[in-house]
T-cell receptor
Framework: DGGITQSPKYLFRKEGQNVTLSCEQN?????MYWYRQDPGQGLRLIYY???????QKGDIAEGYSVSREKKESFPLTVTSAQKNPTAFYLC?????????????FGQGTRLTVV | AQSVAQPEDQVNVAEGNPLTVKCTYS??????LFWYVQYPNRGLQFLLK??????LVKGSYGFEAEFNKSQTSFHLKKPSALVSDSALYFC???????????FGKGTMLLVSP
C-alpha cells in the first residue's frame, strides 16, 4: 500500500537527550513536511523540504533539525535545545508541482519527556 | 501572508441534524482551501478541497463545503450528522508564493446520539 509511515508511534525522551523521529513515504512525492501539534494550537510547521538535499525552516524550527538525503525519507531530530518537546508530531508529503494538490499525513509520533 | 480562522473550538450537534463547521481565511491572492479530519491519536485525513470553479465542493463521507469569496469563508457542511463524525476538523489554506499549508486551530465536532 502507498502511504506515509512514521515511527515509532510513541517515544519517550529523557532530559538532555536527542531523539530522531522517522518518516518514510512511498508515494514518490517531492515535498515533505514536519508539523507539531499541541492541544488548542492546531498544527505548526517545523521544517519542510521540496526536493532532495534541500530543506527550509518553518515557523518553529528552533531546537529541531532535519535531513533529506533520499526522496523517500525525511527524519526529524528533536535536540536537547528544544525546551518543551512533549507533543504530537506529524509528517506529511505532497506530490505534483502545483499548489492545489493535497498533503497526505502519517499517523503521528507522540513524544513525551520523562 | 496567509491565515485561517476557525472561530469555534467545539460544535455540538445531534445525530441526524445538519452540521456546519466554520472557516474563514485571509490571503493576498487566490486561495486553495482544504478540509482535513483527525481522529484521536491519528494523522489527518483529507476530506475535500476548493481550487476553482463550482463554489460547492463535495468530498468524502458525505461532507461538502461552500466557498464564498465575498465573505472569505469555506464552511464545512453535512446534511445529516453521524455519531462517527465526531472528530477534530482542520481548515487549511495555500496561496501563490507559499509552498506550505497554513492550518486553523481546529474545531472539535461532537455528535450526540
Amino acid at each position: 500500500d502507498g502511504g506515509i509511515t512514521q515511527s515509532p508511534k510513541y517515544l519517550f525522551r529523557k532530559e538532555g537527550q536527542n531523539v530522531t523521529l522517522s518518516c518514510e513515504q512511498n508515494l514518490n512525492h517531492d515535498a515533505m513536511y514536519w508539523y507539531r501539534q499541541d492541544p488548542g494550537q492546531g498544527l505548526r510547521l517545523i521544517y519542510y523540504s521540496q526536493i532532495v538535499n534541500d530543506f527550509q525552516k518553518g515557523d518553529i524550527a528552533e531546537g529541531y533539525s532535519v535531513s533529506r538525503e533520499k526522496k523517500e525519507s525525511f527524519p526529524l531530530t528533536v535536540t536537547s535545545a528544544q525546551k518543551n518537546p512533549t507533543a504530537f508530531y506529524l509528517c506529511a508529503s505532497r506530490g505534483g508541482d502545483t499548489l492545489n494538490t493535497e498533503a497526505f499525513f502519517g499517523q503521528g509520533t507522540r513524544l513525551t519527556v520523562v | 501572508a496567509q491565515s485561517v480562522a476557525q472561530p469555534e473550538d467545539q460544535v455540538n450537534v445531534a445525530e441526524g441534524n445538519p452540521l456546519t463547521v466554520k472557516c474563514t481565511y485571509s490571503v493576498s491572492g487566490n486561495p486553495y482551501l482544504f478540509w482535513y479530519v483527525q481522529y484521536p491519536n491519528r494523522g489527518l485525513q483529507f476530506l475535500l478541497k476548493y481550487i476553482t470553479g463550482d463554489n460547492l465542493v463535495k468530498g468524502s463521507y458525505g461532507f461538502e463545503a461552500e466557498f464564498n469569496k465575498s465573505q472569505t469563508s469555506f464552511h464545512l457542511k453535512k446534511p445529516s450528522a453521524l455519531v462517527s463524525d465526531s472528530a477534530l476538523y482542520f481548515c487549511a489554506v495555500r496561496t501563490g508564493g507559499y509552498s506550505t499549508l497554513t492550518f486553523g486551530k481546529g474545531t472539535m465536532l461532537l455528535v450526540s446520539p
